[in-house]
């Protein structure tokens, strides 16, 4: 359910059984049967270096045009003086009051009414964005995956960024990781690498989680941020997880001006270390260490990717002036 407060948005769903005299569960109405479902979720906060991460969910919601059809209460698991609320003031009326939350929206891959166009997959998805909690994660986590099992979705997406010793010249590591030894067949990541981690972790561990122990298959994607340029936004490495979504899927996403996007920031990320010569020291350092980690076949690997994205998107919703 919306969260509460003066928020004018649509409310489509509502919460279900009574725990302690407040509402516990999302239900949602009117919806109807979805196809074959994949959520994709990204979180604001320590999980989302140069919020490439919630920069996918962002960019795929306004491509889509997705709906809006829920949200997490935020009483329970948010510290307002920590992530608080927004007001909207125009000619000194309130117009609106938006609380942090966790909201989530639909795309269908074929809209009835036509009101938004068609994702051009042959699935629908859901896009969960979020801010990490501040508190009961484990109450969030339950509550959010209680939400996809009702839409039915049968895969989940999460996204993560890192900040990490990685040049900006080169193109962006993305790591992927997964809880379930028996994911779909079709599901290949080949070329990216598997996350060898153990230490603290994010929302994002935590829903991987979850999500397991109720049995849906999940996959997460980390981009590496350079940390020296750790300000948002960070369009190359948002390019980089939306690419990784594509070979999840095996289908291409719409990526409008992120490939322009993610040039023009490389062009002012060189600008600004040719400006500083310990910062081009730098840079060059982590770019000698960066190849000598490639091995050559690696070359040919990912020389292979890009013909099987670029004869992809060719066949399908390509757009001009993809890198």
Known sequence: MPARGNDPGPRPARRGQRDGGRWRVIEFNDI????????????????????????????LGIAW?????????????????????????????????IWPTTRISLARAHP???SAPPTGLSRDVVLVHGIEPNMRWRAFSDELVQSMESLGV???????????????TRPVPVSVGSSNVKLPSDIAVSGIGRVDYK????????????????????????????????QPPSPKATLALLRGVEDILDAPLPLADLPEEARAWERGVDELAQQDSEVADYVRTLEEAKDAMDLPEASGDAIAREFERYFRRHGGAGESGDI
Request: one cysteine or more; glycine letters at 14%; hydrophobic letters at 40%.
């Open 112 to 114: 009835a009414d036509g």
């Open 32 to 59: 109807g049967e979805l196809t074959s479902p994949v959520a994709i979720a990204g979180f604001e906060g320590w999980n989302d270096a140069g919020e490439a991460a919630s920069g996918v969910v962002n960019h």
């Open 154 to 168: 049968d895969l989940v997406i999460l996204l993560g960024a890192l900040l990490a010793d990685a040049p900006h």
């Open 199 to 230: 230490g603290p972790t994010g929302i994002i561990g935590v829903l991987q989680h979850t999500c397991t122990g109720a049995g849906i298959p999940t996959v997460s994607l980390w981009a590496q941020v350079p940390h020296y340029v750790a």
């Open 65 to 97: 045009q997705a709906t809006p059809v829920g949200a997490i209460d935020p009483e329970d698991f948010y510290d307002f003086q920590v992530n608080r609320p927004v007001i909207e003031v125009e000619g000194g009326q309130t117009k609106r009051l």
